[in-house]
T-cell receptor, first 112, second 111 residues
Framework: AQKVTQAQTEISVVEKEDVTLDCVYETRDTTYYLFWYKQPPSGELVFLIRRNSFDEQNEISGRYSWNFQKSTSSFNFTITASQVVDSAVYFCALPRDDKIIFGKGTRLHILP | DAGVIQSPRHEVTEMGQEVTLRCKPISGHDYLFWYRQTMMRGLELLIYFNNNVPIDDSGMPEDRFSAKMPNASFSTLKIQPSEPRDSAVYFC?????????FGEGSRLTVL
């Protein structure tokens, strides 16, 4: 069955610290996509990244980086030198047929 | 390009009233999704359309919920009659290449 687990419900770090958000997934598919979304306090859902399962290279975008490891079925998200504006709920997601299934989310608090 | 547009942004109504939420997807996207978000249940997929045709409505909680997509640029989600437990944020999203692009959501409060 397709499933996404974000075990960390809530994380608090002090500004400028690095933080990693975990995502573990289960899928029956041999090729698949994984996604991360951000939901800031204003409430909108913002697409961050899509990764294909055949590309295991780490992705870096500014202070954001993603570590995809098929061997452990994980797609973790690291924010380097966190800032208060990074405070949000972050969702990992996985397609199931034509649908996208979301994890429960990790609420990240960046403390000034 | 305009993003996904939802209306109303906020709706407060009384139990038993009909509620209609509206969505305009991104032009050219052939998938449209309705999600509901609550603290207890997180993000739940209610229904999705492909090329205006409902494909999977297994997430619709009960017969009080209905959704339509009369054309490629418009969809509605209707609740009739509404109940307090329907209070949530309802998101519409559209897609063409896999990733979803969400509207800002409609926050529904049923008193």
């Amino acid at each position: 069955a397709q499933k996404v687990t974000q075990a960390q419900t809530e994380i608090s770090v002090v500004e400028k610290e690095d933080v990693t958000l975990d995502c573990v997934y289960e899928t029956r598919d041999t090729t698949y996509y994984l996604f991360w979304y951000k939901q800031p306090p204003s409430g909108e859902l913002v697409f961050l990244i899509r990764r294909n399962s055949f590309d295991e290279q780490n992705e870096i975008s500014g202070r954001y980086s993603w570590n995809f490891q098929k061997s452990t079925s994980s797609f973790n998200f690291t924010i380097t030198a966190s800032q208060v504006v990074d405070s949000a709920v972050y969702f990992c997601a996985l397609p199931r047929d034509d649908k996208i299934i979301f994890g429960k989310g990790t609420r990240l608090h960046i403390l000034p | 390009d305009a993003g996904v547009i939802q209306s109303p942004r906020h709706e407060v109504t009384e139990m038993g009233q009909e509620v209609t939420l509206r969505c305009k997807p991104i032009s050219g996207h052939d998938y449209l999704f309705w999600y509901r978000q609550t603290m207890m249940r997180g993000l739940e997929l209610l229904i999705y359309f492909n090329n205006n045709v409902p494909i999977d409505d297994s997430g619709m909680p009960e017969d009080r919920f209905s959704a339509k997509m009369p054309n490629a640029s418009f969809s509605t989600l209707k609740i009739q009659p509404s109940e307090p437990r329907d209070s949530a944020v309802y998101f519409c999203a559209s897609s063409n290449t896999g990733e979803l692009f969400f509207g800002e959501g409609s926050r529904l409060t049923v008193l």
